[in-house]
């Protein structure tokens, strides 16, 4: 039982480590304010043939085809003739503003850095995304997630089950248990 | 080194919890929200200004704040009556002064369980209210933080100098380390 609960827990940590530490690097920078998130962006214009204005969505399906923007569909606004939406994925965002009267558009691309896209990856969650490729980051969220519950149960049963530091732990355990359960209590019961 | 380990990963059970639920939940993200108003007992204080009752109530009734209240959330509503918005662990609410009957209305839009932990999971001492249930509980989560990086770091180092000849542990970490690569190169 001891070995199996031993290799439940190495796998599920080996496995879900770079997750687990992007997400607590991300999460440190994002406490502390800690500079390292940047971008950098790029414009372009395009020549868009006619007919798009009635259809944002199509014409939005028609740059990822033809001009291979990648994200998901966001932010799409008509003022007019002119045509507002935004293709985004963790790496880049795509801002586009199509002017039917003169058929062309600009195209906002704002790339971010390692750390940006770090940052980026930490909020992306769910698994119904339009774009694919971020389905996967949400797939990792949750495997890390289940892989973080199965490393603490695992690890409190191996604690346990070590006869050298159950006073220590037990002690360790009481305080941690006591400080963030008694705070998440009164937090939720107000 | 294991040791350290052990303890760590005990004391920081209940933000590890949290952080897998936060996680889980934002997989699967719904909107449900309960209104909820309640009257409490409040008398303001003489001689304070609007934005400072604001913060007696907040500080009295320990209500969970997110953030420190925004300096346009604190104004006087159509009966005059000091109203102030707020973003708590429990969702967006809204507090009325009834001045006349010493007490208080706060109108909450109540978050799931679920998004309750997702926010909680983002609390930070660095951006907490003076509230002292949060501050502590931001506290917690910062080391929790620490925490996290260290476990994540020393669980593979333990590996290395105990075991470092499981293939399937070997396997393991690339499988990871590549679907994370793989996730990168399709989506930077």
């Known amino acids: 039982m001891y070995r199996w609960l031993r290799n439940a827990h190495l796998a599920a940590g080996l496995f879900s480590a770079v997750s687990l530490l992007v997400f607590g690097a991300t999460a440190l920078q994002m406490a502390y304010g800690l500079p390292g998130p940047n971008s950098s962006e790029t414009t372009t214009t395009i020549d868009v043939p006619s007919g798009y204005q009635v259809n944002p969505r199509a014409f939005a399906w028609w740059l990822m085809e033809r001009h291979g923007l990648r994200g998901d569909l966001v932010n799409v606004t008509t003022k007019g003739a002119v045509v507002e939406l935004t293709i985004q994925r963790t790496g880049a965002s795509h801002r586009v503003e199509y002017d039917s009267h003169r058929n062309s558009a600009q195209v906002t691309t704002i790339s971010r850095n390692t750390l940006g896209m770090f940052n980026r990856i930490h909020h992306a969650g769910g698994i119904e995304h339009q774009y694919w490729a971020i389905n996967l980051w949400g797939w990792m969220l949750l495997v890390s997630s289940i892989a973080l519950l199965l490393l603490a149960a695992s690890g409190v049963v191996m604690w346990f089950k070590r006869y050298d530091d159950r006073r220590l732990g037990a002690l360790v355990a009481s305080v941690g248990l006591g400080w963030g359960v008694t705070l998440l209590v009164l937090m939720r019961l107000h | ?188």
Not at chain 2, 137 to 157: E, H, K, N, Q
């Open chain 2, 1 to 188: 080194m294991k040791r350290l380990h052990i303890l760590v990963g005990l004391f920081n059970l209940t933000a590890l919890c949290v952080f897998a639920v936060a996680g889980i939940t934002e997989t699967f993200p719904r909107g449900e929200r309960q209104a909820h108003t309640r009257t409490v007992d409040y008398e303001a204080p003489r001689g304070l200004d609007d934005r400072q009752v604001a913060e007696d109530f907040v500080s009295r009734h320990q209500v969970p704040l997110i953030g420190p209240l925004r300096g346009d959330a604190v104004h006087r509503n159509d009966e005059h009556m000091v109203t102030f918005e707020f973003f708590s662990a429990n969702g967006p609410g809204k507090v009325t002064i009834l001045e006349p009957q010493r007490k208080a209305r706060i109108d909450l839009s109540r978050l799931s369980f679920g998004r309750f932990m997702t926010e909680a999971h983002a609390a930070t001492l660095r951006g907490s209210a003076p509230v002292i249930t949060m501050r502590l509980w931001a506290l917690y989560v910062d080391c929790s933080i620490f925490s996290l990086l260290f476990m994540a770091l020393s669980g593979p180092w333990l590996w290395l100098t105990s075991r470092p000849e499981l293939w399937w542990a070997r396997i393991t970490l690339a499988a990871g380390a590549g679907l994370f690569g793989l996730a990168w190169m399709l989506t930077r």
